[in-house]
């Protein structure tokens, strides 16, 4: 089945304590994506990747790391995790940037106190 | 990017149709109308889009004005399962390096009653 996974689902933290958050899909897509969702805010676009090794900003991106190692992995790295990146985390990909359609992960909810 | 305006909320009966109006009179020549919905506790999943035509698929119908000023998602017979949030937006695929990025506004709850 074609899919975009998330680990874990679901995951409370500390202040400062390092974590990630893994992506992967299984559709040989070129582009991933990570979102975060806020109440009020909408979804918005944390970092993109358009291939291996290809990584980029989106509109929010401070805080946070990525990297593209492998065309089906995305992990989204948070070095020292804040509270005010509690959030639920959204995982997307498609076979290009320019695709109509874009697959989204389960998302993952994350708490950090 | 240009704007979309959507009702915060509709309401619809389960096995009747359903039209969610969009608003985009900013829209450009070049973008591209997406409808993405957000079903409780789960991701974006991508609806329908168009350009100029009416468009069908498995899921919807997509209505586009003339003017393409505005659009309606058209969802001929309501389920439960329809019940989601509904975003409208607009994309230009060949716009630089914000061609992947989706953004979604508060887009339109709907309630479907059995």
């Known amino acids: 089945e074609a899919q975009v996974t998330q680990n874990p689902r679901y995951l409370i933290t500390v202040t400062g304590k390092k974590l990630t958050v893994t992506c992967s899909q299984n559709?040989?897509?070129?582009?991933m994506s990570w979102y975060r969702q806020d109440p009020g805010l909408g979804l918005r676009q944390i970092y993109y990747s358009m291939n291996v090794e290809v990584t980029d900003k989106g509109d929010v991106p401070e805080g946070y790391k990525v990297s593209r190692k492998e065309k089906r992995n995305f992990p989204l790295i948070l070095e020292s995790p804040s509270p005010n990146q509690t959030s639920l985390y959204f995982c997307?990909?498609?076979?290009?940037?320019?695709?109509?359609?874009?697959?989204f992960g389960p998302g993952t909810r994350l708490t950090v106190t | 990017d240009a704007k979309t305006t959507q009702p915060n909320s509709m309401e619809s009966n389960e096995e009747e149709p359903v039209h969610l109006p969009c608003n985009h009179s900013?829209?450009?020549?070049?973008?591209?109308i997406h409808w993405y919905r957000q079903l409780p506790s789960q991701g974006p999943e991508y609806v329908i889009h168009g350009l100029t035509s009416n468009v069908n698929n498995r899921m919807a119908s997509l209505a586009i004005a003339e003017d393409r000023k505005s659009s309606t998602l058209i969802l001929h017979r309501a389920t439960l399962r329809d019940a989601a949030v509904y975003y409208c937006i607009l994309r230009d695929p060949d716009r630089g390096s914000t061609l992947g990025r989706l953004y979604f506004g508060r887009g339109t709850q709907l309630t479907v009653w059995p």
């Open positions: 900013t829209i450009s020549g070049t973008d591209y």
């Open positions: 559709m040989n897509h070129e582009y």
């Open positions: 997307a990909s498609s076979f290009s940037r320019g695709s109509y359609e874009q697959y």
